[in-house]
């Protein structure tokens, strides 16, 4: 089992969702989990349950797209715990628009948190760990469309493109720092949050779960973790790596699957 004990590791996006599931995870492994995002009540309450846990959480209210504010994070994690170990850049926002309708407000509204949030991020706290000298693990949450493209999906697939793409070149450049830099593609799992936006009915969670080769959906607790893994010193060799972690769905096998469902 993967140890963070005494790693401090920032998750933003952390109040919900994948992000929450990621910090309670890691804290449980024994990290201190900074969880970031712009609803202060949402963190509060995640910190609460890792606390009730007795995990060590802090919350620290910070929107992405706003560097300063990334630089304030990074500098309050580095003055109360002496390093950044852990970045997941997990923050994220996605709606389904055919792109004929895309407005550039709305572009811009999911690619300035999940590509330049992500820069903005791993900028910052890779740069104190250059600085610090003892390395460290950046986690980029990503999504297979960034591959393979996707109906109403225009501007988080480049957005997530654009972050496998970065993905690989920190790993390229920053690896000789002891930097590790991967990412992880979940697939469609069904937390609070993502579920109700992408797939609220359960007619449409039926139909989604039927496309995936093991014909159900993916749970928070298998994404994080497999983040705990592609973090930790078991991954001390993966660098620049995507994993995929979606049930197979990303095989997508379209005309040729003929063979029924499962008995």
């Known amino acids: 089992m993967p140890n963070f004990d005494g790693k401090a590791a920032i998750i933003t996006g952390g109040g919900s969702g994948l992000g929450r599931a990621m910090a309670e995870h890691l804290a449980s492994l024994g990290a201190i989990a900074v969880v970031a995002g712009r609803r202060p009540e949402p963190l509060d309450a995640t910190v609460d349950a890792i606390r009730a846990r007795g995990g060590r959480a802090d919350a620290a209210q910070t929107d992405v797209r706003d560097p300063e504010q990334v630089r304030r994070l990074v500098d309050s994690v580095i ?135 093991m014909r159900r959906l993916g749970t928070d607790d298998e994404v994080a973790k497999a983040a705990a893994f592609l973090l930790s010193d078991d991954a001390s060799y993966v660098n620049g790596a995507v994993l995929v972690a979606d049930g197979g769905l990303w095989l997508n096998p379209g005309l040729f699957e003929y063979f029924g469902p499962a008995k």
């Open 79 to 213: 003055a109360k715990h002496g390093r950044v170990d852990c970045l997941v850049n997990n923050a994220a926002g996605n709606f389904i628009c055919p792109t004929k309708d895309m407005t550039p407000n709305g572009w811009n509204a999911v690619v300035n948190i999940v590509l330049n949030g992500t820069f903005y991020c791993s900028h910052a706290a890779g740069n104190a760990m250059i600085a610090d000298g003892k390395g460290g693990s950046i986690l980029n949450i990503v999504a297979s469309y960034a591959w393979t493209g996707g109906p109403g999906t225009a501007h988080s697939a480049a957005a997530k493109a654009g972050v496998v793409s970065l993905t690989q070149t920190l790993a390229s450049e920053w690896g000789r720092y002891g930097i590790r830099t991967n990412a992880l593609s979940p697939g469609i799992v069904n937390t609070t949050g993502s579920a109700e936006q992408l797939f609220p009915t359960e007619e449409k969670r039926a139909y989604l779960a039927a496309r995936v080769p």
